[in-house]
């Protein structure tokens, strides 16, 4: 999906939820130190900055009319954009007659965040402010093109920091064991647990030592949206009806198959198992050797909205790591179709519309971590994607669009509260940290 303002929103911070889950499973101040930054005088530090910016995200969420309509219109045309391509009331600007173009700024204020569609928006100068960036290009009658950015200033983190942050989380895995792994997370994270408990519980954590000395982990844990009913019951509601009916398996494998995670989600419980070795990344088999900067992700996909059950097999994107001074990010880039499941009647429809996403330079996903000079470090993700539309698009879309209406509202200000207490919970812990890290 191209641009959904709030379901791939989910998608996103479910993401950095597991992150925070992963990060959960940390020994203790030693280890963390690093990811976060030097502490400050006032009990802070880079890494409390950016998570309080992004608890700030998801208070008390206003936006004005342009920006409520074109959410909406965008939302539902994201598989169909002939829908919205000569809807004025989804833009804000023609730079051409082939391009429509609109950008959403967000922003911090003390009554709560705010985000306005605005014409010209800068690149975020203070922490916490966000662009949105949405152009839809027609290539030709049935043919268009969806390039997003968004940019989230979250202060001082260095792109270093940041990639220790969302790599380094398994190092303590082979230091201790999992006993004391549990243990020292709930005592360092009293808050992220009971925030992240509300929804997830933590199953399991098992480690195996190797003839090597490398540590393969497996963790899993399970969505749980019953705790969530008596305080955000349609947030609740939502999330076992499309994360109870998903399943998905991805491995993450180098360019000759042998795997290097493997992560795996089944009836509401997620799998995460892997292989360490003195904090670096390992194959789950075979001799230890240096981790290469372009992987393979081969995902299986399946799940059900309305009575119909939709996904795919065997969809093979190359995985990117860059990491420079200044920048630490992750590329998605998806040139092969997978194979489609889908109903019957749908399936007939097949082919040439559902191929195009993949042909030439296919579909991209880009999510990092750049320095700007004199600015603060922004999280970046972008989406590019071709769709070609034809009746297989229609009814897809129709799908979508259901889904997001069922978001749309009650739901979508429950995920905000929720999303708020878990990242302020988090910028809680590792403020009440900071003393002890600055002793060490």
């Known amino acids: 999906m191209p641009y959904l303002p709030s379901m791939p929103r989910a998608r996103h911070c479910a993401a950095i939820l597991l992150s925070l889950a992963g990060l959960a499973t940390l020994a203790g101040c030693r280890e963390i130190a690093p990811a976060f930054g030097t502490p400050r005088a006032d009990g802070s530090s880079p890494g409390v900055v950016m998570f309080q910016s992004f608890a700030d995200r998801f208070t008390n969420v206003t936006r004005n009319p342009k920006y409520d309509i074109a959410r909406m219109k965008l939302a539902k045309g994201a598989l169909l954009p002939s829908r919205v391509f000569e809807d004025t009331a989804a833009w804000l600007s023609r730079p051409s007659e082939s391009a429509r173009f609109i950008n959403f700024h967000g922003y911090a204020r003390p009554e709560g965040y705010r985000i306005d569609a605005k014409p010209i928006v800068p690149t975020p100068a203070r922490t916490g402010d966000a662009r949105h960036t949405v152009v839809l290009t027609r290539l030709s009658d049935d043919d ?75 963790v899993s844990f399970t969505i749980r949206p019953e705790r969530l009913r008596p305080t955000l019951p349609a947030f609740a509601g939502f999330t076992a009806k499309y994360v109870g009916s998903t399943n998905y398996h991805l491995v993450i494998a ?32 075979g001799p230890a050797r240096p981790r290469p900067d372009t992987l393979q992700m081969r995902l299986d996909f399946l799940t059900k909205v309305k009575v119909f059950e939709v996904g795919y097999r065997e969809l093979v994107t190359d995985f990117v790591v860059r990491n420079t001074p200044t920048e630490a990010s992750w590329s998605w880039i998806a040139t092969r179709e997978p194979k489609w499941d889908l109903p019957l009647a749908a399936a007939r429809l097949l082919r040439a519309p559902l191929r195009r996403p993949f042909q030439g330079a296919g579909a991209t996903f880009r999510i990092g971590f750049y320095e700007t000079p004199g600015g603060p470090t922004l999280i970046r993700r972008e989406i590019h994607l071709a769709v070609q539309e034809s009746a297989v698009l229609r009814f897809l879309g129709n799908l979508g669009a259901s889904a997001f209406g069922e978001f749309e509202g009650q739901a979508d200000k429950e995920q905000d509260v929720f999303l708020r207490d878990v990242f302020g919970a988090m910028a809680a812990d590792l403020r009440a940290l900071t003393p002890a890290r600055g002793g060490e």
Do not use: C
């Not at 220790?164 to 398994?170: E, Q, R």
């Not at 201790?176 to 992220?192: D, E, I, K, M, Q």
């Not at 009971?194 to 929804?199: K, M, P, Q």
């Not at 992560?263 to 995460?272: C, F, M, P, S």
């Open 144 to 218: 268009y093109r969806w390039d997003v950015g968004v940019d989230f200033a979250v202060g001082s983190l260095t792109a270093e920091q940041g990639a220790a942050l969302f790599n380094g989380w398994y190092s303590a895995l082979e230091r201790h064991p999992p006993a004391a792994v549990r243990a020292a997370s709930r005592l360092a994270f009293p808050r992220t647990h009971a925030a992240l408990g509300r929804l997830y519980s933590w199953d399991s954590l098992a480690t195996r030592t190797l003839a090597d000395g490398s540590t393969v982990a497996t």
């Open 254 to 285: 180098d360019r000759g198959g042998a795997p290097w995670v493997d992560i795996a989600l089944a009836k509401g419980t997620t799998r995460v198992q892997l292989r360490v070795k003195d904090g670096e990344l390992l194959p789950l088999a």
